[in-house]
């Protein structure tokens, strides 16, 4: 008997595709017992595993065909230290998989399971293989109760045909494995790959269950197809069980991948459009949000917080911009647990998303030419793109592409594009005029002066390696609507908060607007514009002021680690699940500047280093810019953040005149433990950290510790002020 053990096991990878396998192209039927144990496989060629016509994943080419055959031997020493078996299969376009002459695994598209397939039938549509581009294979898995007569003790063969679409196919790909799982303390074959999983054990969740089933057509890059989504939601505090009915939605979407660098990553982002039964656009509100048809499935992969793009946009939405609204759900994809996933509004002009005018193709001529508008700068890829590009205007600055994004590049008349071109390149010639700084004839005079400064100091404290010159919208209402030129709405930001280990998006120093100076040969340059607003004094003062006014509100340390705190609590155990299905704790993801073991840690790093982040652009803001000041109108020791704390706390203080000052770190005896700062300051806000070491560098044990902050106050009260805070250090 096979072992019922679920617990205290481990997977092995007894056949791998790159193995030497005995083969057979199929220019005729093989024989009827070619895929049993006693099969007489010498008369047949061997290679490598990867079988096709000599494309990026074959390892051996074969000539132009509609099916080949293999076959591997395989040992088995003890029956019943065996679990469960793993098929691992990427394919072009169809297959049938046996083991010892029993049909174990078959694709959607090769007809009735246990039905005989002819040497020379096609399959009923296309599959395309996709480890070449960075993908996981499919995966069929076969528990005790499966193997229970089909394995032997000894020898066993694994067998595998592969079929084409049609006999003119380009490519044809062949690449399998055949893993065991064990009981722990065996160990008969080799490492899993890299990219080995097993399917996740999902039944029920406290998120959001999403169901998409495209009836075994594969999701396309571009031109999405047709399937069907359930959403399972019970509502806060309720269990959604697998087994439920569908009661949020149920119902027809289309559906294709998205992204562009993270199309490579095997946990794919989808862009889907709601849709009736006739196929067309359908509103819907999902989760709340306002009622529209395109939403983005976004996967969180690379960012292993799982909360980077949530975060920012609740930052910026507290901050009374637009951004997308999002929830958190898991997905199930044909039957495959695909782990935890963000749905968000896909940004477009809609009353509850870009609220600007509805621009018709016969709006050529007077104030309903001159909005709306959403332009974006970005790569140029994808589908259905259009713009233009414009030419370096200053030396030692590259040129970048403006893209129409609304209206889309085949709805935009020849009028709307030269009004936006012409609207544009005003706005750039000002830029490079001596005057451009000018309050009424300069570029305050055509923008929507504080969107950029929201949009600037969202890009800034997530130091985004891609902000500014990637996924970076801008929009343009009808002149009799306000139409000034506005930045934003924000997107895209999986590659901040420290996670790039490129241009020095780890360090939480440094401006990210000067990312042109720090990666000078990137194909992808920040406009010139962006550098020229930057370095104008009043647009810098405007950034000191509004952050100042951000950090006592929806900024504050306070808030900003609340809102870690309860995404990661919302999230809960489902990140246990979603990194069991990628297990990318503890690995290099690119482009990873940070690679925690655990989720915990993920958080943990992502919270610290936000807090030394807008530790820094407190002291490179709230200082001296030119002859201004932010003056704080009393003393303040703020409440220490986080408290308790583990790796490190935050300390915030105000001084409203210059002076001299201490400020030092007690425990709960008296003794002194650290000094963190002595010595003059000037009047303002300023933060500083405490990592819990002493004067030696020592770590410190648990417990209570007092921050006491001194200061010389001849000039108010001529009193010396002293304020103290209580911190809890716990390990």
């Known amino acids: 008997m096979l072992s019922d053990a679920v617990s205290q096991t481990h997977w092995e990878t007894a056949i791998y595709t790159e193995d030497t396998w005995y083969y057979f192209v199929g220019t005729s039927a093989p024989p009827t017992n070619w895929n049993e144990l006693d099969f007489d496989e010498s008369s047949w060629s061997s290679g490598p595993g990867g079988f096709g016509y000599g494309d990026e994943d074959d390892n ?16 088995v020493d003890e029956l019943d230290e065996i679990v469960a078996a793993a098929i691992h299969g990427d394919y072009d376009d169809g297959f049938v998989a046996y083991i010892n002459g029993v049909e174990i695994a078959r694709s959607f598209n090769m007809g009735t399971p246990g039905t005989t397939v002819p040497y020379d039938q096609t399959t009923e549509g296309d599959h395309e293989a996709v480890m070449y581009q960075g993908g996981v294979p499919d995966v069929y898995i076969m528990d005790h109760n499966d193997l229970e007569g089909l394995l032997q003790a000894g020898e066993n063969v694994f067998a595998v045909e592969v079929h084409n679409v049609n006999s003119t196919s380009s490519d044809m790909s062949s690449l399998f494995f055949l893993s065991f799982e064990l009981n722990a303390s065996v160990s008969y074959y080799g490492t899993t790959p890299d990219w080995f999983f097993v399917p996740t054990a999902f039944t029920t969740s406290h998120l959001p269950i999403v169901i998409v089933n495209t009836n075994g057509q594969d999701i396309p890059n571009e031109n999405k197809i047709t399937a069907h ?9 309720e269990t959604n069980h697998l087994s439920d009915p569908y009661n949020h939605y149920d119902g027809f979407i289309g559906i294709e991948l998205r992204g562009s660098s993270t199309l490579w ?29 395109d939403w983005i499935f976004n996967a969180p992969y690379t960012d292993k917080s ?10 910026a939405r507290d901050a009374g911009r637009y951004a997308s609204r999002s929830h958190y759900f898991e997905l199930v994809l044909n039957g495959d647990y695909r782990g935890v996933y963000v749905m968000l509004e896909k940004v477009k002009k809609d009353n509850n998303r870009v609220d600007i005018a509805t621009l018709n193709p016969d709006d050529v001529s007077g104030d309903d030419l001159t909005g709306g508008y959403i332009v974006k700068i970005d790569k140029w890829d994808g589908e259905n793109v259009g713009g233009w590009y414009s030419e370096p205007q200053l030396e030692n600055y590259s040129g970048f592409y403006y893209q129409y994004h609304y209206p889309k590049p085949d709805d935009i008349v020849p009028e709307q594009q030269e009004y936006i071109i012409n609207y544009i390149d005003n706005f750039e010639e000002v830029m490079i005029s001596e005057n451009f700084s000018d309050s009424s004839s300069g570029y305050a005079s055509i923008i929507n002066w504080y969107s950029f400064v929201d949009f600037f100091i969202m890009q800034e404290i997530t130091k985004n390696v891609d902000g500014y010159r990637l996924s970076s919208y801008l929009y343009k209402d009808k002149d009799s609507n306000d139409g000034r030129l506005v930045a934003g709405p924000i997107w895209d930001f999986n590659l901040g908060f420290g996670n790039a280990d490129y241009c020095d998006g780890g360090s939480t120093t440094g401006w990210a607007i000067d990312f042109n100076l720090v990666c000078p040969g990137d194909s992808y340059q920040i406009p010139f514009w962006w550098y020229l607003i930057w370095s104008d004094e009043s647009f810098r003062w405007s950034v000191q002021q509004r952050w100042h006014d951000l950090r006592q509100t929806m900024l504050s340390n306070t808030v900003v680690n609340a809102v870690i705190d309860s995404l990661r609590d919302h999230i809960g155990v489902a990140a ?29 790093y992502l919270r610290d280093w936000i807090m030394t982040r807008m530790e820094w652009m407190d002291n490179e803001l709230l200082a001296t810019y030119g002859n201004t000041i932010l003056v704080p109108e009393l003393f303040s020791l703020n409440p220490v953040y986080p408290n308790p704390f583990n790796r490190s706390a935050s300390i915030r203080y105000l001084l409203p005149i210059d002076t001299n000052i201490k400020l030092d770190i007690f425990n709960a005896k008296g003794v002194h433990i650290y000094r963190l700062f002595e010595g003059e300051k000037h009047a303002g806000i300023y933060t500083l950290s405490w990592d819990g070491k002493n004067n030696y560098g020592q770590e410190v044990s648990s417990g209570m510790y007092i921050i006491l902050l001194e200061a010389d106050n001849l000039q108010y009260n001529r009193h010396h002020y002293i304020e103290t805070r209580k911190v809890i250090l716990v390990k």
Do not use: C
């Open 229 to 237: 989504m359930g959403i399972i939601d019970n509502g806060p505090g």
């Open 306 to 315: 799982l909360m980077r793009n949530v975060l920012i946009y609740k930052m």
């Open 576 to 604: 246990d699940r979603n990194f069991e299905r990628w297990p990318t704790l503890g690995e290099y993801v690119w482009p990873n500047y940070f690679i925690g073991e655990t989720y915990e840690e993920e958080v943990e």
């Open 60 to 75: 051996t080419t074969i000539s132009n065909t509609l099916a080949v055959f293999f076959r591997k031997s395989f040992q």
């Open 265 to 293: 990553f095997p946990k794919k982002q989808f862009a889907v459009e709601t849709r009736d039964n006739l196929g067309e656009n359908n509103n819907v509100s999902l989760f709340g949000m306002p009622e529209e048809n």
